[in-house]
């Protein structure tokens, strides 16, 4: 039975402890952006005060986990929304209502503005990425005292059957059915094998926390600092497939400088005693040299962005969402200078070649 507004309106004001007769008439807005088969609504009352109301149904087993994530990264100190009420059998969530300005939002400020911002995100979420890397802390009593909160509820983490499927979501959603693109079977195979390798590369960079969609649109500024939604995919796996997300996202253009800027910042913050609060001596990756770490990036950058053009080839053709069509030249710019910087994926490169003469063309 699909619940209506009127009920999530009720379950609202339940949770917030609000009585109609004292706080007038809650108006509810539907809240249409982004790919999510979630429903969001923004509540508002009299007083200018208001909320956001999330429903979810069960097509997505992820959905399940929003709530549980939302505790586990709030305790770990990362910046996410505050959740006041969650039922879980009818898929109902209350929350903190960020505003409306996102980072994709300051894609035209100034870069010492876009930098600055950047630079926090990248702070706060490496919250997440060294979590897993965290040595044991101790007690008063000088014996190792295990202060991390609760390990919540998450989709299973990277491995070769997942990267591999993310290959075939390119594939097939992007290359073959947006682009019309068949490929040869002597191509193919030589194609797999490459990717067989970028998959063992990954997996080799180690099981870190990550988002999985870490880009500009599921970062809030509020107040002046970044606040991370859609974290529902949350899961074990390499933090340069998140670095990859923020800093070759199709959504946002970035120059060359700009993103080597922040790639060195990254290499810097993950690699050295940086002073983040939560982190102790021992870093992600301490003795990663600075080529290593940005061969890694490109790596990561590569498996992210044919995740993200398989997804826009769906969204756009198969659930009418045009708006991610035009995001697709920048993303297949984006895989080619990634695939041409990495020298190691040069059957990736011929591919993101033809699909940006198929693109073009039409």
């Known amino acids: 039975m699909i619940a209506t507004e009127n009920e999530y309106v009720s379950y609202a004001r339940y949770i917030l402890g609000l009585a109609e007769e004292d706080t007038g008439q809650m108006a509810i807005k539907a809240i249409t952006k982004g790919g999510s088969d979630r429903c969001f609504y923004r509540l508002s009352l009299e007083d200018g005060i208001s909320f956001l109301f999330m429903a979810y149904g069960r097509q997505q087993e992820e959905n399940a ?59 706060r979420i490496s919250l997440i990425h060294t979590f897993a890397e965290a040595s044991p802390r101790k007690g008063k009593d000088g014996q190792p005292a295990d202060l991390s909160p609760p390990f919540p509820r998450t989709m299973k983490g990277y491995d070769r059957e997942l990267y591999r499927w993310e290959h075939d979501y390119f594939l097939e959603q992007f290359v073959r059915d947006l682009c019309g693109i068949s490929i040869g079977e002597r191509e193919s195979a030589a194609l797999r094998e490459e990717l067989e390798s970028l998959a063992g590369r990954l997996l080799a960079t180690g099981p870190a926390l990550v988002h999985r969609d870490l880009q500009s649109q599921n970062i809030m500024i509020c107040r002046g600092e970044p606040f991370f939604i859609d974290f529902q995919g949350l899961r074990r796996g390499s933090l340069f497939y998140d670095l990859g997300s923020l800093l070759c996202d199709p959504y946002v253009r970035l120059t060359g400088e700009e993103r080597d800027d922040l790639v060195r910042y990254a290499y810097e913050l993950l ?80 591919l993101a070649e033809h699909c940006r003469e198929k693109v073009n063309k039409d």
């Not at 039922?87 to 100034?110: A, Q």
């Not at 044919?306 to 030249?329: E, N, S, T």
């Open 271 to 350: 690699t050295k005693d940086s002073g983040c609060a939560g982190l102790d001596d021992e870093l992600a990756s301490p003795h990663l040299d600075w080529p290593s770490f940005n061969m890694h990036f490109l790596d990561g950058s590569a498996q992210r962005l044919m995740q993200a053009l398989g997804a826009f080839g769906f969204l756009g053709l198969k659930k009418g969402k045009d708006v991610f069509l035009g995001h697709i030249p920048q993303g297949i710019d984006n895989l080619r200078r990634v695939a041409l910087a990495s020298g190691r994926l040069p059957q990736l490169l011929k």
């Open 65 to 123: 986990y929003w709530a549980g994530i939302a505790a586990f990264l709030a305790e770990l100190g990362v910046p996410v929304p505050v959740v006041y009420g969650h039922d879980p059998e009818r898929g109902f969530v209350v929350m903190e209502d960020l505003g409306d300005r996102d980072l994709w939002s300051y894609r035209h400020e100034p870069w010492e503005v876009r930098r600055d911002l950047y630079r926090r995100v990248l702070k």
